[in-house]
């Protein structure tokens, strides 16, 4: 198993990476549907703890194959087959994903981690063979990941009271892991590759919130004395999503993971990113679940069920992509929309975010006149 080239033309997401993608759609919805139900009992804090807990697992287990398959993707039979096996463990995490909220029977969570770090860890010390730097790195990956699994292993054991503690410095020493394994090796990362793979992820989450657009207009249905409710429900996520979506895709990304530096924040803030992207889809639940009084949450909790993960996603869209290269005073429509995002009802949300797109659009226009 060689490096792949970083200059490879044509480098594009594979079927095996885009059928990968396919178990967390499960596992996001499984555990935004405890995220959600936690919301509406009026469970905010702990589950909003709970979310991030479970999103900080799924990310990872993510963020763990698609660096290790920009870096060596052979495509045989056994990379396909320990490729399914992590699969599999995604499956048994998202089924064990209550347990982030509850506290209780956290072995099936961690269980799923086991199972994807032996295919991991597996497809690690076949890289390493290759020699070289990046052959020290991929034994540096293996064998950081082997330890923490102990420690993640004595998680299960530890006092109610040091569950969440526990947790947070368990995960950063998983962050830990790369940031030392490419200092002492070195791997390759593939630019338009990665980004693309990141684009797709984006994607995948962002689909969430049409789901609960689509919830909505089931609701309408049943509930036809609302009907027009659901309905402006249902136009409104499909809006916010694809204006996420369109301030998202609109800098070019491979631009950003020129160094090691800048692909770990690149690769680690997109955390915030994929967290509060897959957090908007839950909110829009939680709005039909207040217009149909099945929801304990009053009116302001409810629309900032929907402003702060769309405040966090444009403010780390910022943050990450656009800020440094910003050439006009116009994108600070930006961390304005998201500030009012805080303060405004959905409607008001939707008003700004179509805003905040027209803006983009006549920036683009603009900057193409120029050129």
């Known amino acids: 198993m060689n490096p792949r080239s970083p200059q490879e033309a044509h480098r594009t997401a594979s079927p095996l990476e885009l059928f990968f993608d396919l178990v967390f759609v499960i596992a996001i919805s499984v555990g935004g549907g405890h995220f959600h139900h ?142 030392l394994a490419e200092k002492l090796g070195r791997t390759n990362w593939h630019p338009h590759h990665i980004t693309e793979r990141y684009g797709l992820f984006t994607i995948i989450l962002l689909g969430e919130s049409l789901l609960g657009a689509a919830n909505a207009i089931a609701d309408a249905v049943q509930h036809r004395e609302h009907v027009l409710l659901f309905v402006a429900l249902a136009v409104a996520a499909l809006v916010i999503a694809a204006g996420m979506w369109w301030l998202y895709f609109w800098p070019e990304h491979h631009r950003e993971i020129s160094s090691l530096r800048s692909s770990l924040r690149y690769g680690y803030g997109h955390a915030f990113i994929f967290a509060s992207a897959a957090a908007v889809s839950v909110g829009i639940e939680v709005q039909i679940s207040h217009f149909t009084d099945h929801s304990v949450l009053g009116t302001i909790a409810t629309n900032l069920s929907i402003g702060i993960p769309v405040a966090v996603f444009l403010l780390g869209v910022w943050l990450l992509l656009i800020h440094k290269r910003c050439q006009s005073k116009a994108l600070y429509a930006v961390p304005i929309v998201a500030v009012a995002s805080l303060v405004l009802p959905v409607w008001g949300i939707v008003a700004a975010m179509v805003a905040l797109v027209v803006v983009l659009v006549i920036t683009e226009h603009r900057s193409d006149t120029v050129i």
């Open 38 to 179: 936690a919301l509406i009992e009026g469970h905010v804090w702990h589950g909003l703890i709970g979310f991030i807990m479970m999103f900080q697992c799924i990310w990872w287990a993510w963020m763990n194959f698609t660096w290790f398959a920009t870096a060596f993707d052979n495509d045989d039979w056994l990379f396909r087959t320990l490729t399914f096996v992590q699969m599999f463990g995604v499956l048994v995490l998202a089924v064990g994903s209550e347990a982030f909220f509850t506290g209780e029977n956290l072995e099936l969570p961690v269980i799923g981690f086991i199972i994807m770090r032996v295919a991991l860890i597996a497809q690690w010390l076949r890289a390493s063979r290759c020699g070289g730097q990046a052959g020290r790195a991929a034994r540096l990956y293996a064998a950081g990941l082997f330890v923490v699994q102990f420690f993640w292993i004595g998680w299960i054991f530890l006092p109610q009271a040091l569950i969440v503690p526990g947790f947070f410095a368990f995960i950063a020493l998983e962050l830990c892991v790369p940031v």
